[in-house]
T-cell receptor, first 111, second 113 residues
Framework: QQNVQQSPESLIVPEGARTSLNCTFS?????YFWWYRQHSGKAPKALM?????GEKEEGRFTIHLNKASLHFSLHIRDSQPSDSALYLC???????????FGDGTVLTVKP | GGIITQTPKFLIGQEGQKLTLKCQQN?????MYWYRQDSGKGLRLIYY???????QKGDLSEGYDASREKKSSFSLTVTSAQKNEMAVFLC????????????FGPGTRLTVL
């Protein structure tokens, strides 16, 4: 059974700050890891994914994955007010084949 | 690009009532999903369908039925609405199964009186 936990639950940062969101998972055989972003009242939308240990950067966003420590994270450089949203991480469960989502981190970026 | 349409946007029912939510996608994706999102929380899988005529239970399937009528449409039925399942129901699709990006619809907000 996959257990995905996110921290912190909520975060307020000033515009321009570097923001870090964390996700831990329990299934050491997980292969696919995703971050989704959901603006208030909108549909979740995939932000980034990573399938192997290490780091992946896309613009202001970077994902780190460390399978040995059962941890992956999302880092946002130069945070903008438009980044304010609910961020959901998800990890693949090898037993069921399904994605398990965390409960999310609410990010608020103050202008 | 494609789009996922969910109807209705808002659904109000009485406790014990049977209610149906509908989802259509024009991505031509094989796999479709139904999730429930309680207020400010993550997504819990109710049902998914890998291809037309396939149906698989998720972690939260009790109290729900689903139907994949054709490749482009996936319906969810709340068999007996309860107050504690007031939530937003999200439909999603992906080109194939779990390793691929899921595209979400705007959701149906369920209120139970």
């Amino acid at each position: 059974q996959q257990n995905v936990q996110q921290s912190p639950e909520s975060l307020i940062v000033p515009e321009g700050a570097r923001t870090s969101l964390n996700c831990t998972f329990s299934d050491s055989a997980s292969q696919y890891f995703w971050w989704y972003r959901q603006h208030s009242g909108k549909a979740p939308k995939a932000l980034m994914s990573i399938f192997s240990n290490g780091e992946k950067e896309e613009g202001r966003f970077t994902i780190h994955l460390n399978k040995a420590s059962l941890h992956f994270s999302l880092h946002i450089r130069d945070s903008q007010p438009s980044d304010s949203a609910l961020y959901l991480c998800a990890a693949h469960n090898t037993n069921t084949g399904k994605l398990t989502f965390g409960d999310g981190t609410v990010l608020t970026v103050k202008p | 690009g494609g789009i996922i349409t969910q109807t209705p946007k808002f659904l109000i029912g009485q406790e014990g009532q049977k209610l149906t939510l509908k989802c259509q996608q024009n991505f031509n994706h094989d796999t479709m999903y139904w999730y429930r999102q309680d207020s400010g929380k993550g997504l819990r899988l109710i049902y998914y369908s890998i291809t037309e005529n396939d149906l698989q239970k998720g972690d939260l399937s009790e109290g729900y039925d689903a139907s994949r009528e054709k490749k482009s449409s996936f319906s969810l039925t709340v068999t007996s609405a309860q107050k504690n399942e007031m939530a937003v129901f999200l439909c999603a699709s992906s080109i194939r199964d779990w390793g691929y990006e899921q595209y979400f619809g705007p959701g149906t907000r369920l209120t139970v009186l």
